[in-house]
């Protein structure tokens, strides 16, 4: 049998794992609430190991048919000394050392990396940015992330904190970000900074994505204005990232990312007018192609490089 990667896509809902053969594709799969073990680091980690060894089972598979774990934490991760730095959302995780848990208890060779890295690695080799040597890779949700790709690699920077895109500051003073900053993206174009505002807007407390797409469809100027606010504030710190790393491709995925056709547009017209010519006119804004997978299926990439 052809060695299989095990790809695990740690999020604060749930995780999601993954049996991804040598194509990309996948060919087994589970998934595990999170919410419940959210308060107890060890409960988490039992029910994560459960759920390996019931899907290896189910699919008829020993330890020696997978060839590799990859594992994608939403958080600070050390992938090279596999050690899990800070979790924001889910509590107990600081300086876990995951790798070798995991390679102690399953007896299976383990990498860690940051969840929009994996995502970021899935969408170069299998979707969105196929045959792109450089390429940015951003995830609009609750939380603003993104990844890079330069010159064929993906770049973890000196701290392994790269690719922060939403913590990136538009306004010197603007709003208090969660991270200790003022103005960052993530503070004007997260989920709920943006649905609070369109709470206001359209005097609706529990407003969300769907009904402002349904206005949209209606007509309704406010709603036309606020894609274009939103899709304005995008486009402005993407024009940042055009002018400082020249990508080919920028790839947009995420909850929001369903929002396209009312943000793309708008989107490409302000990077067209805030960047530098030469690469406003190189890049290329797409959507991801691999939707949820793109986690486990980027594991498979990490750890077939990683072996
Ligand atoms: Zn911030």
Known sequence: ?????????????????????????????????????????????????????????????????????GIGLPGLVDPVHGVVNFLPNISGWKNVPLKKILETRLGIKTFLENDVNLITLGEWKYGAGRGIKDLVCIT????????????NQLYRGAGFVAGEIGHMPLNET?????CGGYGCLER?????????????????????????????????????????????????GLAGVVNLLNPARIIIGGGVSNNHKYLFPRIRQVIKQRALKIPASTVKIVRTQLGDDAGIIGAQVLVNHEI
């Open 174 to 178: 603007g709003p208090l970000c969660g």
């Open 188 to 236: 004007y174009v997260g989920n709920r900074y943006v649905l609070q505002k369109a709470a206001k807007i359209f005097h609706r407390k529990n407003i969300d994505f769907i009904d402002i797409r349904r206005f949209s469809r209606q007509g309704n100027p406010r709603a036309t204005l606020f894609w274009r606010e939103m899709a304005t504030h995008i486009g402005n």
């Open 1 to 69: 049998m052809k060695k299989l990667t095990l790809g695990i896509d740690v999020g604060g809902t749930n995780i999601k794992l993954g049996l991804v053969n040598n194509l990309g594709k996948v060919v087994g799969r589970t998934s595990v609430s999170t919410r419940p073990y959210r308060h107890s680091k060890n409960q988490l980690l039992g029910a994560l190991l459960a759920a390996v060894r019931s899907l290896l089972s189910e699919q008829g598979l020993k330890k020696e048919n997978i060839q590799g774990i």
């Open 140 to 151: 609009l949700g609750t939380g603003v992330g993104g990844g890079l790709i330069i010159n």
